[in-house]
T-cell receptor, first 117, second 112 residues
Framework: KAGVTQTPRYLIKTRGQQVTLSCSPISGHRSVSWYQQTPGQGLQFLFEYFSETQRNKGNFPGRFSGRQFSNSRSEMNVSTLELGDSALYLC????????????????FGAGSRLTVL | KQEVTQIPAALSVPEGENLVLNCSFTDSAIYNLQWFRQDPGKGLTSLLLIQSSQREQTSGRLNASLDKSSGRSTLYIAASQPGDSATYLCAQGDTGRRALTFGSGTRLQVQP
């Protein structure tokens, strides 16, 4: 079956612009999580969605937002881009029920690499 | 605040050697611990998941252990191969945040 698909794979933006990244989870998976990976900070949790509801959010400014659609596809948006937003953004899906999503194995996509100039 | 530490940051071994990667965590209320592999420029591949009630998990040449009392997990790779070259990350899952806290990874290179 198809894995987690993230688009676009690469993109370049300039400071002050905004960007939208897309994630299509594995069919049947209802939970989608987003992570930011940078050389300096490593992998950091952004937010997690389940059934179109944000269940948890990491310690990122309000410029970072997301949403989930009824088909479980998710988007994240970063407004007013800063140089420090350059990173690999990873999406992961899992078949998470009502229990803690940490109990489920996460399947990651290949990521969207954002470069801010 | 949860912290996950991985030592060493980088490791180079000759092909065929057995090796151990280390992961330390500070939160004793750990729910589970996962080991991932990341190839350059790629996403993460889940290798092993250990629930807090378990002590170890095995998959092929990989064996992961969990010791909650000492706050440590190890990933044992037997008979290493050049194809094992990658960055290995451990991540702690908790009950409340529904999120994983990752270590900074160990970059492994297996020399043919």
């Amino acid at each position: 079956k198809a894995g987690v698909t993230q688009t676009p794979r690469y993109l370049i933006k300039t400071r002050g612009q905004q960007v939208t990244l897309s994630c299509s989870p594995i069919s049947g998976h209802r939970s989608v999580s987003w992570y930011q990976q940078t050389p300096g900070q490593g992998l950091q949790f952004l937010f997690e969605y389940f059934s179109e509801t944000q269940r948890n959010k990491g310690n990122f400014p309000g410029r970072f937002s997301g949403r989930q659609f009824s088909n479980s596809r998710s988007e994240m948006n970063v407004s007013t881009l800063e140089l420090g937003d350059s990173a690999l953004y990873l999406c992961a899906s899992s078949f998470a029920g009502q229990g803690p999503s940490g109990a489920n194995v996460l399947t990651f996509g290949a990521g969207s690499r954002l470069t801010v100039l | 605040k949860q912290e996950v530490t991985q030592i060493p940051a980088a490791l180079s071994v000759p092909e065929g050697e057995n090796l151990v990667l280390n992961c330390s965590f500070t939160d004793s209320a750990i729910y589970n611990l996962q080991w991932f592999r990341q190839d350059p420029g790629k996403g993460l591949t889940s290798l092993l998941l250990i629930q807090s009630s378990q002590r170890e998990q095995t998959s092929g040449r990989l064996n992961a252990s969990l010791d909650k009392s000492s706050g440590r997990s190890t990933l044992y790779i037997a008979a290493s191969q050049p194809g094992d070259s990658a960055t290995y990350l451990c991540a702690q899952g908790d009950t409340g945040r529904r999120a994983l806290t990752f270590g900074s990874g160990t970059r492994l290179q297996v020399q043919p």
